[in-house]
């Protein structure tokens, strides 16, 4: 029974997730703590190491979440469920690719889909980024925080530096602030 709950609940996450692994994580997150799968916080957790390991952070998720549910079996039905409607999407979206690319529906529809995929990132930085409750949303680790990433904003946009450069000059920053 599990393992068609995990089956059932990432093909749904999968089919009505758009704008990458990070929108998804507060549809993942709502299913799990639904179906009482794993705590908030070792959600969270899951989250991070998710985000450090190779690969999109959705489907690390799920696999995490499904071998926390039900051992390996959970991890490869959780995987199968949230990539399979990408596949199935890609597919078909693929053999009518030439007929729909000039179609102003599809632009226009991706477009309306900008500002709720970027209001499901900022909201799950903001839940990730202040987990821990006893951590002051006003605060002067928020300001550095927040100047850090606003730096990072602009030399990676007017300067284009590489994301990789400002993610290890970031480290180094947020080390010599934190600790």
């Known amino acids: 029974m599990v393992l068609w709950e995990l089956f059932i609940t990432f093909l749904k996450i999968g089919f009505m997730s758009f704008g990458g692994g990070y929108a998804m994580i507060p ?3 709502h299913e799990v703590e639904q ?8 959600f969270a957790q899951s989250v991070a190491t998710a985000g450090m390991a190779p690969g999109p952070i959705a489907t690390n998720t799920a696999t995490i979440i499904g071998y926390q549910a039900d051992g390996i079996l959970g991890a490869i039905i959780s995987t199968i469920g949230i990539v399979l409607p990408s596949l199935v999407i890609v597919l078909i979206i693929s053999s009518f690719f030439y ?3 000039q179609s102003k529906a599809v632009h226009t ?3 309306g889909l900008r500002p709720i995929v970027t209001g499901l990132i900022v909201y799950a930085a903001i839940h990730f980024g202040f987990s821990d409750r006893t951590q002051q949303l006003f605060s002067w680790q928020v300001l550095f925080t927040l100047l850090i990433a606003a730096g990072v904003f602009i030399v990676v946009y007017k300067y284009k530096w590489h994301p990789l450069a400002t993610i290890v000059l970031s480290a180094l920053v947020g080390i010599a602030i934190f600790s």
């Open 99 to 101: 007929k729909i690319v």
């Open 27 to 29: 549809i993942i997150q």
């Open 109 to 111: 529809t991706f477009y």
């Open 35 to 42: 179906h009482e799968w794993m705590t908030t916080e070792h």
